[in-house]
């Protein structure tokens, strides 16, 4: 059995600053009251504005890993404003963010109303936050509301529905584990979470999981174990953590629920989720309606994540000293000992607002090219960087600027900018690299019929305000790769 005591897995976090220390958490706590402060005000701002006759009375509650105490040191807070029906989301986006934006410590307001949950985005005080909103059908709110109750969603707009599971989700967590199990739990988060970092599967659209995925196969695995043994430690339910998901068979789904919970308190089958027949990785969500919580996994993206598992696995079954294993668990991915070739996905635009919008879009869009390539019978393995280079650049010739549109690497880029006439200018340029393992070395691959489909993909997510943005897809080497991130690889571990 691991012979690591809970005592080296927490001073291991400690040393390597993926816990927060004492004064970081007060300063959270101190941003959660300057947030309830805030509401305060808002409930005021609210019965003035809409001339309401009664008091009303929001509640602002943590959700996710903040909740759970699970999470590592730079983490967002996400958070939800529940309010009755007399306030509307036109009063949460429109007042919510004057009042925060006269608060000293509070910067980077945002508003992201174009999804499928829409949330004010904000920093404050180095802290960043999400913020939610959830309209009942109520005019009040009850002091013992139970949000695992599926009653509190009828009448709902499927946004709130959907605002409202994130704090569900995190009730029913909280109600499976027992209370000598907490603090174990969350030190298991802490470590899932950072392992998950330093191996580069932590990013949901790129096609790995979130913390809430991550979160919740945690929890199987400890429903698991509890159910055998009273007596946890962070060494057993980690190891058997990498056990359960190293051995795990894909085509099983992860359910947390005794049944599939559905409309009006009915229960269903696996079979009856239509929505999960394509499902590469399904982990069933716990509360109603259910959804995928790994819905943008595919083949290439599960292979490289068990692929993980049973690196870990391995690693905690060894023989060796407590600071060799636990070194070797968090040891950060090298993508440059593992592929010798790469595909380069480049998004060049030159304003600001296309940056930002393609910045956030092709996170989204560069799995699909993943699952065109995958099927090639010619790949062993396929993997995207979960964090793409994004750079600025300032060119002198109308030959650099086409250069660097083209995916040529800027210091080329600049070598051919020296001929032509001057025409100076800014570019940015979004670069998505993907390692590429073939099961034949020195075979070559022709993927023009898949990359030409992936450029299809991209001009139809084109609209018209999207003239200044252009991709190229090229193919480097890993020395080119490595050159282009400021990476020497003749020392890099």
């Not at 030159?350 to 065109?372: A, D, G, N, V």
């Not at 010619?378 to 750079?391: N, R, T």
């Given at each position: 059995?691991?012979?690591?005591?809970?005592?080296?897995?927490?001073?291991?976090?400690?040393?390597?600053?993926?816990?927060?220390?004492?004064?970081?958490?007060?300063?959270?706590?101190?941003?959660?009251?300057?947030?309830?402060?805030?509401?305060?005000?808002?409930?005021?701002?609210?019965?003035?504005?809409?001339?309401?006759?009664?008091?009303?009375?929001?509640?602002?509650?943590?959700?996710?890993?903040?909740?759970?105490?699970?999470?590592?040191?730079?983490?967002?807070?996400?958070?939800v404003l529940i309010c009755p029906r007399t306030v509307k989301s036109s009063d949460f986006f429109r007042f919510l963010p004057e009042l925060l934006k006269v608060q000293p410590m509070v910067r980077d307001i945002e508003c992201i109303k174009k999804t499928a949950v829409p949330i004010?985005?904000?920093?404050?005080?180095?802290?960043?936050?999400?913020?939610?909103?959830?309209?009942?059908?109520?005019?009040?709110?009850?002091?013992?509301?139970?949000?695992?109750?599926?009653?509190?969603?009828?009448?709902?707009?499927?946004?709130?529905?959907?605002?409202?599971?994130?704090?569900?989700?995190?009730?029913?967590?909280?109600?499976?584990?027992?209370?000598?199990?907490?603090?174990?739990?969350?030190?298991?988060?802490?470590?899932?979470?950072?392992?998950?970092?330093?191996?580069?599967?932590?990013?949901?659209?790129?096609?790995?999981?979130?913390?809430?995925?991550?979160?919740?196969?945690?929890?199987?695995?400890?429903?698991?174990?509890?159910?055998?043994?009273?007596?946890?430690?962070?060494?057993?339910?980690?190891?058997?953590?990498?056990?359960?998901?190293?051995?795990?068979?894909?085509?099983?789904?992860?359910?947390?629920?005794?049944?599939?919970?559905?409309?009006?308190?009915?229960?269903?089958?696996?079979?009856?989720?239509?929505?999960?027949?394509?499902?590469?990785?399904?982990?069933?969500?716990?509360?109603?309606?259910?959804?995928?919580?790994?819905?943008?996994?595919?083949?290439?993206?599960?292979?490289?994540?068990?692929?993980?598992?049973?690196?870990?696995?391995?690693?905690?079954?060894?023989?060796?000293?407590?600071?060799?294993?636990?070194?070797?668990?968090?040891?950060?991915?090298?993508?440059?000992?593992?592929?010798?070739?790469?595909?380069?996905?480049?998004?060049?635009?030159?304003?600001?607002?296309?940056?930002?919008?393609?910045?956030?879009?092709?996170?989204?869009?560069?799995?699909?090219?993943?699952?065109?390539?995958?099927?090639?019978?010619?790949?062993?393995?396929?993997?995207?960087?979960?964090?793409?280079?994004?750079?600025?650049?300032?060119?002198?010739?109308?030959?650099?600027?086409?250069?660097?549109?083209?995916?040529?690497?800027?210091?080329?880029?600049?070598?051919?900018?020296?001929?032509?006439?001057?025409?100076?200018?800014?570019?940015?340029?979004?670069?998505?690299?993907?390692?590429?393992?073939?099961?034949?070395?020195?075979?070559?691959?022709?993927?023009?019929?898949?990359?030409?489909?992936?450029?299809?993909?991209?001009?139809?997510?084109?609209?018209?305000?999207?003239?200044?943005?252009?991709?190229?897809?090229?193919?480097?080497?890993?020395?080119?790769?490595?050159?282009?991130?400021?990476?020497?690889?003749?020392?890099?571990?």
């Amino acid at each position: 059995m691991l012979n690591i005591t809970d005592e080296q897995w927490v001073q291991y976090l400690q040393r390597n600053n993926v816990t927060e220390n004492e004064e970081e958490t007060i300063k959270k706590q101190q941003v959660i009251a300057l947030l309830q402060a805030t509401v305060i005000s808002f409930q005021r701002k609210i019965t003035s504005h809409n001339d309401v006759k009664r008091e009303i009375e929001c509640r602002l509650s943590a959700f996710g890993s903040y909740s759970l105490g699970g999470y590592i040191r730079g983490a967002d807070i996400d958070l939800v404003l529940i309010c009755p029906r007399t306030v509307k989301s036109s009063d949460f986006f429109r007042f919510l963010p004057e009042l925060l934006k006269v608060q000293p410590m509070v910067r980077d307001i945002e508003c992201i109303k174009k999804t499928a949950v829409p949330i004010i985005k904000c920093v404050i005080d180095s802290v960043s936050i999400d913020i939610s909103f959830v309209r009942l059908k109520g005019n009040r709110i009850k002091e013992n509301m139970d949000l695992l109750d599926d009653s509190i969603l009828s009448g709902l707009d499927q946004v709130c529905v959907a605002s409202l599971d994130g704090p569900r989700v995190n009730c029913f967590i909280k109600n499976q584990i027992k209370r000598q199990h907490v603090q174990i739990f969350k030190r298991c988060l802490q470590c899932i979470k950072y392992w998950a970092t330093q191996r580069d599967i932590y990013n949901k659209p790129i096609g790995y999981l979130n913390g809430s995925s991550w979160t919740l196969l945690l929890l199987k695995t400890y429903m698991i174990e509890n159910g055998k043994h009273e007596n946890l430690s962070i060494s057993h339910l980690m190891y058997a953590f990498f056990k359960t998901w190293a051995d795990w068979p894909w085509q099983t789904p992860v359910i947390l629920t005794d049944s599939i919970p559905g409309e009006h308190g009915t229960r269903l089958s696996y079979s009856d989720l239509t929505s999960f027949n394509n499902a590469v990785m399904a982990i069933v969500s716990p509360c109603y309606p259910v959804s995928n919580a790994a819905i943008y996994v595919t083949k290439s993206t599960l292979k490289i994540m068990t692929r993980e598992f049973q690196r870990g696995l391995s690693i905690l079954s060894a023989r060796e000293n407590s600071d060799a294993i636990l070194t070797k668990l968090f040891n950060p991915i090298n993508y440059f000992k593992r592929y010798n070739d790469f595909i380069c996905v480049a998004t060049s635009s030159t304003t600001s607002t296309s940056h930002e919008i393609w910045t956030r879009k092709m996170q989204f869009i560069i799995p699909q090219l993943l699952t065109l390539i995958e099927t090639s019978p010619k790949i062993k393995i396929i993997q995207a960087m979960v964090h793409p280079l994004v750079v600025t650049n300032h060119y002198r010739t109308e030959q650099e600027r086409l250069a660097l549109q083209n995916g040529v690497p800027p210091q080329a880029a600049r070598d051919i900018g020296t001929i032509g006439d001057l025409n100076p200018g800014t570019i940015n340029i979004i670069y998505h690299f993907i390692g590429i393992q073939l099961k034949e070395t020195h075979t070559f691959i022709d993927l023009s019929e898949e990359v030409k489909t992936f450029y299809a993909i991209l001009e139809s997510k084109r609209n018209r305000h999207d003239e200044d943005v252009k991709w190229s897809i090229n193919a480097l080497k890993k020395i080119e790769v490595a050159r282009m991130m400021g990476i020497d690889t003749t020392t890099n571990k």
